[in-house]
C-alpha cells in the first residue's frame, strides 16, 4: 500500500485550483477531447478547468509513448498495462507539480492545456462489450415490487451471486447527448412511445485487462482486470421491460441508449476511497468470497432540469452495494466467459436505504409522483427533461470528481419512420 | 426477381464437382482462412473442396478491390455494400466458369485455389455484438416445460414479438474448436462443473449494414441489412441456466462459448430457398407486419459422435419458425439500437414438431435419456462428444451447403483455477 500513501499526497500543481476542485492533482483521470486546433480526437488528462492534451505531450516526448495517444479510444493505452498506466499517472503528476525539475513552463502548459469549455469530449472507449449488474439489495427489491405487486421479495438468487445481464454496446454515448424517446410494445397489443422512460443511477467499471476464453479470473486476481470507473446512466422503459422481461430479461427496453461520462477515473486515484462491502449472509461460495472484499465510499447525485430549474432529487453513495466490482468480474469469468480491454461493467442501480436514496425515478416516487421544488409533479421522464449524475470522493484536503454525467430525453420519431 | 433468376442458373466449373456437391458456383460462400505459403489471414471464397484466396485474386487485379481482402475478417467486404458483394460475387463466377473470357488458366487456378484439407479456417468476422433470440414456438414450449414443469405454457408475449436477450460475442469460436465444461453455480449454494451442458440448433444472421442510433429498422427494408447465414451451436448448460435465469434472463450458462461454421451463405445464395412464413397469430402489430415474411427451406441436422461412432440424432428445418430473421432485426431495432456491420442475431433454436426434430438435446430427451445406435445413452453431453451441425438447401440439380459447425467437449478445469 506505500505506492497508494504516496500517490495521495497533495501536490501543488502549476494551475491553480481550490481544495474542492474536482479535478486535482491527485485526480488524473483520462479521457478522449477533440483537439480544437486539428480538429482529430486525442487522449486526453484533466486538472481543474483544463483538458491536457496527451498526444501533443507524447508528440513532444514528455512521455514516453508508441503512437497510444493520438487516436479516438484509450483501449491503446489501457492495453498497455497497469506498469504503463502508472507511469503515465506520476509522469504528468511531475510535469504538472510546481518546483520540479520537470514541470511545464507556462509556454509549454499553454501550448497543450485546453479550457475545458472549448474541449468537446468523446466516448473515451471503443466498448466491445457492455454488461449490467444488479447488486443493490434495496434497488432490487424495489424492481421485485414493480414486477410482483406489494409484496414482491427478492429473487432467492439475489444473495448467491451478482445476477447479470449483457447489455448493448453499441449504443452507449458520451454525455451531453439527446437521448430519443423510445416507441415499441409497451403492453400486449399496444404500440407507442414509452409512458415509462426513467434513468438509472450506475457507475461503470472499465475493464483494463484480457483474461483467456475458458479460464476464469480468480477474485484474488480481479484487481488487476480493473482500469477504472465512471458513471453510467443505463436509460430505461419500464413498460417495455415489464412486457418483455419474462423469459429472457432487459431487451428493448435498455439497448436503446446508455450514457456513460466522458472521464474515466482511474482504480489507482480511488485507492484511498476504499470501503469495505456490507457483511454479505449467506457467504458466498469460495470462488466470490473474501473477507477482503470492497467497494468505494463514493458521494452519488442526480438532478432533474425540467427547463425551468434543476434540482438535486436523490443522493446515493456506492458503499451501499451487496457485490463488489470484484466480485461481478470474477462471476461474469466463472464458466470461461472472456473479458476484453474497454468492456464495461454496469454496477447496477445504487440504491440506498432513505427514500430519497433511490437511484431511479420510479424508485423515488413508488408508483406515485414526486413532486419538484418547481411545483411541477414526475412520475418518469418528460421530454426536454435534462438528466445529470454526479459523482465525488473526499479526501484531506482534496477531491476526486468523475465530472457529468448528462443527457436531454427528446420527443419520439413519428410512426411514419416505423411502418 | 430477374437476378435471382439468373444466378441460380447452373454454371460449367472450372473445378469439376458433382451434382450433390455442397459448393457449387451457385453457392459462393464467403470465409477467411489462413493462407497456408504466406501464414496469413486472407478472406476466401470456396469451390467444391478448393478454398480460393480472395487477397491474391485482388493483389493480380482479377478483383477490383482498395485493400479488402488481405485482413483477418470479412468486415472491410461487407462495409462495401450490397453492389459490391454482387458486383464480386458474379466476378467470381465468371473467373471459375468454363469458356468464358474472364476464366482462370489452370496455372492461375493451381497459384489461387488451396485444398480444403490444407486451409486452416478463422473466425470469418470481427463481431462486434450477438443477440439470441427465441424464435421456433415448439423449442419455447419446450423450455417453458422445462422452467414451469408438466404444465408449461409459453409466454404471453411470445406470438406478439420475436423475444430475446443481448448474449456474448467475445466467446464466439470458428468451428473446429475444443468446448471447455464450464464450472458454475448450478443450484442454491452448489458449485460444480455443469452436468447439463447441451447444445443450440441455430441459424445466426449476419448483419450488413448499419442503422443509426435512434433510428429503427422498416420490415420492408430489413432484408437490405442482411449480408448472409451461418450455422451456429449456443452450447447452453441447463442447471446454471434455470439457476441465474430469474429475474434478467440467460448470463454465465450461455456466455462461457457459441461456435458459427466458417462460411457465411450470402442471402443472394439462399433467395431461391425463400419459404412463406407458418401464419402468425395475432396478426402482429404494424411494424412487424407484411404479407410477405419469409424464412428459408434449408434442411438441418445435427450429429453426435461419442469417440466410436458418429450418428445424426435430429433433423431440422428452418422454415419451421415462427418469427423471421426480418422481424427479429426490425424488432431488434425499433426502440432505436444500432446494429453493426458484423453482428450476429442468433435465430433460437430450430426445433420441429416431431420428436426426432427438436433443436437441443434436453428437448430431444424430454428429461430421459436417448439410447444411441451404438447402445450408450446421453440426458445431456459427456466429455469427449463431438457436436457437428449440419445444413443445405436443395435446388434443382445443384445443392447450397453450409459446410459444418463442429466442436469437442473438454473436461472442466481444476478447482485449483477457480479459488
Given at each position: 500500500m506505500e505506492t497508494t500513501k504516496q500517490l495521495t499526497l497533495r501536490f501543488a500543481s502549476i494551475i491553480p485550483y481550490e481544495e474542492s476542485d474536482p479535478f486535482p492533482l491527485e485526480n488524473i483521470p483520462f479521457g478522449v477531447f477533440v483537439n480544437p486546433n486539428e480538429q482529430e480526437a486525442h487522449c486526453c488528462t484533466r486538472v481543474s478547468s483544463f483538458v491536457i492534451d496527451l498526444a501533443l505531450l507524447e508528440n513532444d516526448r514528455l512521455i514516453e509513448a508508441d503512437n497510444v495517444f493520438r487516436i479516438s479510444s484509450?483501449?491503446?493505452?489501457?492495453?498497455?498495462?497497469?506498469?504503463?498506466?502508472?507511469?503515465?499517472?506520476?509522469?504528468?503528476?511531475?510535469?504538472?507539480?510546481?518546483?520540479?525539475?520537470?514541470?511545464?513552463?507556462?509556454?509549454?502548459?499553454?501550448?497543450?492545456?485546453?479550457?475545458?469549455?472549448?474541449?468537446?469530449?468523446?466516448?473515451?472507449?471503443?466498448?466491445?462489450?457492455?454488461?449490467?449488474?444488479?447488486?443493490?439489495?434495496?434497488?432490487?427489491?424495489?424492481?421485485?415490487?414493480?414486477?410482483?405487486?406489494?409484496?414482491?421479495?427478492?429473487?432467492?438468487?439475489?444473495?448467491?451471486?451478482?445476477?447479470?445481464?449483457?447489455?448493448?454496446?453499441?449504443?452507449?454515448?458520451?454525455?451531453?447527448?439527446?437521448?430519443?424517446?423510445?416507441?415499441?410494445?409497451?403492453?400486449?397489443?399496444?404500440?407507442?412511445?414509452?409512458?415509462?422512460?426513467?434513468?438509472?443511477?450506475?457507475?461503470?467499471?472499465?475493464?483494463?485487462?484480457?483474461?483467456?476464453?475458458?479460464?476464469?479470473?480468480?477474485?484474488?486476481?480481479?484487481?488487476?482486470?480493473?482500469?477504472?470507473?465512471?458513471?453510467?446512466?443505463?436509460?430505461?422503459?419500464?413498460?417495455?421491460?415489464?412486457?418483455?422481461?419474462?423469459?429472457?430479461?432487459?431487451?428493448?427496453?435498455?439497448?436503446?441508449?446508455?450514457?456513460?461520462?466522458?472521464?474515466?477515473?482511474?482504480?489507482?486515484?480511488?485507492?484511498?476511497?476504499?470501503?469495505?462491502?456490507?457483511?454479505?449472509?449467506?457467504?458466498?461460495?469460495?470462488?466470490?468470497?473474501?473477507?477482503?472484499?470492497?467497494?468505494?465510499?463514493?458521494?452519488?447525485?442526480v438532478s432533474l432540469s425540467t427547463g425551468k430549474t434543476e434540482q438535486t432529487i436523490l443522493t446515493s453513495n456506492f458503499k451501499n452495494m451487496y457485490w463488489s466490482p470484484t466480485q461481478q468480474l470474477t462471476h461474469h469469468t466463472v464458466t470461461g466467459c472472456n473479458l476484453q480491454i474497454g468492456d464495461i461493467l454496469g454496477s447496477g442501480t445504487v440504491s440506498g436505504k432513505g427514500p430519497r436514496e433511490c437511484g431511479s425515478l420510479f424508485e423515488l416516487s413508488g408508483g406515485e409522483s414526486i413532486v419538484l421544488e418547481n411545483g411541477e409533479e414526475r412520475k418518469f421522464l418528460h421530454d426536454g427533461d435534462i438528466v445529470t449524475l454526479r459523482g465525488q470522493c473526499k479526501g484531506e484536503g482534496y477531491v476526486i470528481g468523475f465530472g457529468e454525467c448528462t443527457g436531454t430525453v427528446i420527443p419520439a420519431l413519428d410512426n411514419s419512420e416505423y411502418y
Open positions: 484509450l483501449n491503446r493505452f489501457i492495453s498497455k498495462g497497469k506498469d504503463y498506466w502508472l507511469y503515465v499517472r506520476k509522469t504528468l503528476q511531475q510535469l504538472l507539480t510546481r518546483d520540479n525539475p520537470n514541470s511545464l513552463t507556462p509556454e509549454q502548459l499553454a501550448k497543450y492545456a485546453f479550457n475545458s469549455s472549448d474541449a468537446k469530449m468523446h466516448l473515451p472507449l471503443k466498448i466491445g462489450h457492455f454488461t449490467d449488474f444488479s447488486s443493490s439489495k434495496n434497488h432490487a427489491q424495489n424492481i421485485a415490487v414493480m414486477f410482483k405487486g406489494k409484496d414482491g421479495s427478492l429473487h432467492n438468487n439475489f444473495v448467491h451471486m451478482p445476477i447479470a445481464y449483457h447489455s448493448r454496446a453499441s449504443s452507449i454515448v458520451v454525455s451531453g447527448g439527446q437521448i430519443r424517446r423510445p416507441k415499441g410494445q409497451l403492453r400486449m397489443g399496444e404500440w407507442g412511445a414509452t409512458d415509462k422512460l426513467d434513468f438509472e443511477l450506475e457507475i461503470g467499471t472499465i475493464i483494463g485487462n484480457a483474461n483467456k476464453l475458458g479460464h476464469p479470473v480468480k477474485l484474488q486476481q480481479a484487481e488487476d482486470y480493473i482500469f477504472g470507473y465512471t458513471l453510467l446512466n443505463d436509460w430505461s422503459s419500464r413498460d417495455i421491460l415489464l412486457w418483455e422481461n419474462v423469459p429472457l430479461g432487459p431487451f428493448n427496453s435498455k439497448n436503446f441508449c446508455t450514457t456513460i461520462s466522458p472521464w474515466i477515473i482511474t482504480a489507482i486515484a480511488l485507492s484511498p476511497f476504499k470501503h469495505p462491502l456490507p457483511p454479505q449472509d449467506p457467504q458466498p461460495l469460495p470462488y466470490l468470497h473474501s473477507p477482503s472484499n470492497f467497494t468505494y465510499h463514493i458521494d452519488l447525485s
